[in-house]
C-alpha cells in the first residue's frame, strides 16, 4: 500500500507571491487532514477533510489560504498572498477511519523570503 | 479551546538511562494517541488509548491514559540511540466532532 504523498517537498517563494501544496493520501482513505509546523513547534491542525466535504476548517489562520479536495481523492492547500509568517512545515495525512491512527506524509517546507 | 500540553519541552538523556514525557489536556478526551517524529521525518503512530486507567505496552514503551481522560504518560525505559525524536500525543475531545488536538511535543536526545 502506497503512503501519503505530497508535492513538492521544498517550496522557497517570495513574499506576495503565490504557493499551491498538493497531497495524495492512501488510497480509501476518506479522511485527510492539514497540519502546519513552524519552527520545531507544535503540530497545528489546520483541517480535515471526510471525502470531499470540510467536516472543520477552524485552524485554518486567515483567508489568505485554500483547501481544496476535489472528488474526495487529493487535496490541494494554497496560500495566497504567502506571508513571512506562514514559512513551516506543512503536513498532510490520512486516515480510513474519523478516529483512527494517522498516515503522515513527508510534508513540504515551505519557506518565505 | 481545548489546549493539549506536554513536559519537558526537551530531555537529555544517557543511553541506558529511562525517559518519560507527559499530556496534559484542558479538557476531557476521548482517546489519545501518540507519535513520533525523527529528526528530519514525519509523525508516526506509535499507539491509541481509549479507556480510563489503559496501560498499554511496546517493547521498551509503556503508555498510560490517566483515570480522567485528561493525561497521559510514555515511558521508555533503558533508552537506545534509535529513541531520539520528538514524541508528541495527540488528544481527541470527547462529545460531538471529536477535533484532534496535538501537543506541544518532547524532543529527545539520548547520548551514547
Known amino acids: 500500500e502506497a503512503g501519503v504523498t505530497q508535492f513538492p517537498s521544498h517550496s522557497v517563494i517570495e513574499k506576495g507571491q503565490t504557493v499551491t501544496l498538493r497531497c495524495d493520501p492512501i488510497?480509501?482513505?476518506?479522511?485527510l487532514y492539514w497540519y502546519r509546523r513552524v519552527m520545531g513547534k507544535e503540530i497545528k491542525f489546520l483541517l480535515h477533510f471526510v471525502k470531499e466535504s470540510k467536516q472543520d476548517e477552524s485552524g485554518m489562520p486567515n483567508n489568505r489560504f485554500l483547501a481544496e479536495r476535489t472528488g474526495g481523492t487529493y487535496s490541494t492547500l494554497k496560500v495566497q498572498p504567502a506571508e513571512l509568517e506562514d514559512s513551516g512545515v506543512y503536513f498532510c495525512?490520512?486516515?480510513?477511519?474519523?478516529?483512527?491512527?494517522?498516515?503522515f506524509g513527508p510534508g513540504t517546507r515551505l519557506t518565505v523570503l | 479551546g481545548q489546549q493539549v500540553m506536554q513536559i519537558p519541552q526537551y530531555q537529555h538523556v544517557q543511553e541506558g538511562e529511562d525517559f518519560t514525557t507527559y499530556c496534559n489536556s484542558s479538557t476531557t478526551l476521548s482517546n489519545i494517541q501518540w507519535y513520533k517524529q525523527r529528526p528530519g521525518g514525519h509523525p508516526v503512530f506509535l499507539i491509541q488509548l481509549v479507556k480510563s486507567g489503559e496501560v498499554k505496552k511496546q517493547k521498551r514503551l509503556t503508555f498510560q491514559f490517566g483515570e480522567a481522560k485528561k493525561n497521559s504518560s510514555l515511558h521508555i525505559t533503558a533508552t537506545q540511540t534509535t529513541d531520539v525524536g520528538t514524541y508528541f500525543c495527540?488528544?481527541?475531545?470527547?462529545?460531538?466532532?471529536?477535533?484532534?488536538?496535538f501537543g506541544t511535543g518532547t524532543k529527545l536526545q539520548v547520548i551514547p
Open positions: 495527540a488528544g481527541r475531545n470527547s462529545g460531538g466532532y471529536q477535533k484532534v488536538t
Open positions: 495525512a490520512s486516515s480510513r477511519a474519523p478516529l483512527g491512527e494517522q498516515f
Open positions: 488510497s480509501g482513505h476518506d479522511n
